[in-house]
């Protein structure tokens, strides 16, 4: 992926004038064709499309994305209140969690629904709602994460109730005259059609041993190239297999089941840049690196920090035009070594570089593949940094200012 021509001195500029830097820029054409994308999920006997919101939760995307016709996906009760508050229809809405509130009962009540992804919470709902439907999250045991930290499949992982704890389940959902009316199986990021094909086949036993299921959840984890030698989940490819498992899962059972799908990271990850001025540039001498420091950082993307995850980058020579090119690192603003933008891909420790316009304090520096988890997923306010400003390009090339930066005495405001 390179970065877009749009991201030229004019609307540097522009941006400048709107909300200064560091600042996010999420391109509202790439999220429609994204969630068109999504739409057209081969699904035979239905399809429910839903957004991982904690992949990029601000209320303008929330609100472009539901617009859409697409649910979504919660990862806690604070974002079931997020989603609800941008006008989103609860019925719409499902919570997948690693903690359940304890007053969780308040959503359920307006029409969320539920995943139990433990034999506890199944336990806690049913308790709330005896005599009612549920969803089970379960782990399958298969897992195809990109790495180890987004790996959410397998015996490693803590997400869903393990596969061999079916009689468990029905025990409990027995207690409290339960129905189990969807399953949920969501195991990492992957781009493989042959791994899909496994998964749904693992899903699908679920589903067989559980006849009241309606609707089978596959979750999320379509994984998208942000760099040029990455490859991108070619979404209705990997849905074939998935549709032929669930036509022939039909014919053998005459159960005809509906498919859900919840991703976050193909919906928003290419939308959404990092506009960043490069506020100094320094060496280490002979032998040494060259560092463009840029005025954003792990405060704003911490991807790199945390997966050594690879991101496009270009810098935009601010009033003059550039011939020569050089070799740099580029690190954040963090007083932390760790705060390094350009990581090696194999190993997170080492530095990399990037052979780029030969650059000076002031140029811009347009960092892409920043719209999931990015804005949602930082280390906010590390050295007191603001939380930073997020800006939507409607389709006609128009900036809307949809979140401003963070003040200090906001950043403040709750210390006594
Ligand atoms: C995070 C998450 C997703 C989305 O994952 P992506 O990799 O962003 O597509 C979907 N479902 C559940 C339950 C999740 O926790």
Same mark, same amino acid.
């Given at each position: 992926m390179e970065i877009p021509e749009f991201f030229n001195a004019q609307l540097l500029s522009e941006l400048e004038a709107l909300s200064g830097t560091p600042c996010y820029v999420y391109d509202e054409a790439t999220i429609r064709r994204q969630t068109d994308i999504m739409k057209k999920f081969p699904a035979p006997f239905g399809l429910f499309p839903r957004y991982a919101m904690k992949a990029c939760p601000t209320r303008a995307i929330l609100a472009l994305v539901t617009g859409e016709g697409i649910g979504i996906d919660a990862s806690s009760g604070f974002e079931i209140d997020r989603a609800l508050r941008a006008g989103v229809d609860p019925t719409a809405i499902s919570l997948s969690?690693?903690?359940?509130? $304890?007053?969780?009962?308040?959503?359920?009540?307006?029409g969320?629904?539920?995943?139990?992804? $433990?034999l506890s919470q199944l336990r806690r709902y049913g308790e709330k709602f005896p005599n009612t439907s549920i969803g089970i999250r379960f782990n399958p045991g298969l897992g195809s994460g990109g790495t180890a930290k987004t790996n959410v499949g397998g015996p490693s992982s803590s997400f869903g109730i393990w596969h061999e704890k079916k009689e468990e389940v029905r025990a409990i959902a027995a207690e409290f005259s339960l129905k189990i009316e969807r399953i949920h199986t969501h195991i990492g990021s992957g781009s493989d059609p042959a791994v899909w094909q496994r998964t749904a086949n693992l899903s699908l036993a679920l589903v067989r041993e559980f006849e009241t299921v309606e609707s089978l959840n596959l979750g999320g984890g379509y994984k998208v190239a942000r760099m040029a030698d990455e490859v991108s989940t070619d979404l209705l490819k990997i849905g074939e297999p998935v549709a032929a498992a669930l036509t022939e899962f039909a014919e053998e059972t005459g159960r005809k089941i509906r498919l859900e799908i919840e991703p976050g990271t193909f919906v928003v990850a290419n939308a959404g840049y990092l506009v960043s001025r490069v506020q100094d540039v320094v060496d280490t001498g002979t032998g040494g690196h060259q560092f463009l420091k840029l005025d954003s950082g792990m405060t704003e993307l911490l991807r790199p920090s945390l997966y050594a995850a690879q991101h496009p980058i270009s810098i935009i020579p601010r009033g003059r035009t550039v011939e020569?090119?050089?070799?740099?690192?580029?690190?954040?603003?963090?007083?932390?070594?760790?705060?390094l933008v350009t990581p090696a891909p194999d190993d997170g420790e080492k530095l990399a570089f990037r052979n780029l316009p030969k650059t000076q304090i002031g140029d811009w520096c347009v960092i892409g593949g920043a719209g999931a988890y990015c804005s949602a997923m930082s280390t906010k306010n590390y050295n007191s940094f603001p939380e930073t400003s997020e800006v939507l390009r409607s389709e006609n090339g128009d900036l809307n200012l949809i979140r401003r930066r963070q003040t200090l005495d906001q950043l403040l405001a709750n210390e006594i």
């Open positions: 969690t690693q903690e359940l509130p $304890s007053d969780f009962d308040q959503w359920i009540k307006k969320v629904k539920m995943n139990a992804c $433990s020569d090119m050089e070799d740099y690192v580029i690190v954040g603003h963090c007083c932390e070594s760790g705060d």
